[in-house]
C-alpha cells in the first residue's frame, strides 16, 4: 500500500475557497490550488490541464509542486477555445485541426520538463449533434490519423484515450470501450491506451470490471479515473459512495491485470460545495480500504469456484462476508 500513487483534479481545490483563503476575492490561482492540494493527507501527486493550467512558467509551477511535496502524475489535455467548439482532431477546417494537433504536442513538451509520463486525451469537442452534420468515415480518420501523430511524436510518453458518450457534443466520436479498442488496433501505436473514467463507462451503460478486462485483453489500461454516479451523466461523485459493489470489482480486476499507475479522482466537490480536502482524503481512504478488500478476494478459491461456475449466489455470499464483516 506505501507504493501507491493517489492524483486528483486541481481544479477541485477553487471549491469552497472562502475557507481557505478568507480575505480571497475572485478565483484562487493555480499556485495556490497547489499549495491547497498539497494538505490533503495521502496525496501524492497531480494531473495538469494543458494549456488551461499553464499559467506560470513551467520552472516556477515545477518549482511550487516540488516544494509543497508533490510530483506531476500526468498532463490532461484541454481544447477549451471557441475555435474548437466543433472539433479539435476532428475540425472540418484543416488549419484548427493542425493547430489542435501541434497543441497537443506542445502538452506532451510541457508535461515532459514536469516529468510527466502520460497524457490523456479527453475529446470531448470531437462528435456531432445531429444527423446529416458528419461525414462518419471522414471524421473517424480524422480523429485516429491524429491520435496516431501524437502517439508517434512522443514514443518515450504513454498517450491515453478517455472516452465519455457524450457532453460537451451530442455524441461523442470515442463513445465506449469498443470504439476505443479500434481506435488504439488502427492507430497501432505502442505507447497508445485507454483511460477508463469509472462514471464515464456507467454513463455508457457498460459494466466497470468487463470495460477494464476487454482493454487489458486488447490494448493497456493506461490511467484510471476514480469516481462515482447515477449513469446519468457525469456525476463525479466520490469513490464507492452510489456504486460499492461494482467499484470493489473493478479494482479487483485491475489489480488482476497488474495495474501500476496512479488513482486519480476526477471527482467534482465544488458542484455543491464541499470542503475538496476532505473530499479527497475520503477517496483516499475508501480506495485503501477496498483495495485491502481486494487482497481478501483477490486469491480467495471459494470465490473463484464460485465464478468458474458463474454462481452468483454463492459469489454475492462471499463477497457479502468481506465487504459487510462486522
Known sequence: MSELK????LNSFASGAYLYWPELKGKPSVLQ???RAATVKGLTHLDLNYPQHMTDDVKTMRQKIEEVGLAVNGMQMRWDAPEFKIGAFTNPDPKIRRQAIELTKRGIDAGREFGASIMTLWMGQDGFDYCFQADYKKMWEDAVSAVREVAEYAPDIDVSIEYKPNEPRAYSIFPNATTCLLAVEEAGCKNLGITLDFAHVLFANEVPAFAAAMVARRS???GLDLNDGWGKRDDGLMVGSVNPRATLEFLLQMKRDGYKGAYYFDTFPDASGLDPVREAETNIATV???LKLCEKLENNPALNEAISRQDAVAS??????VMLAQ
Not at 316 to 321: K, L, P, R, S, T
Open 6 to 9: 493517489f492524483a486528483t483534479r
Open 33 to 35: 490550488m497547489i499549495e
Open 220 to 222: 493497456r489500461l493506461l
Open 288 to 290: 485503501i480500504r477496498l
Open 316 to 321: 454475492q455470499q462471499i463477497v457479502n462476508d
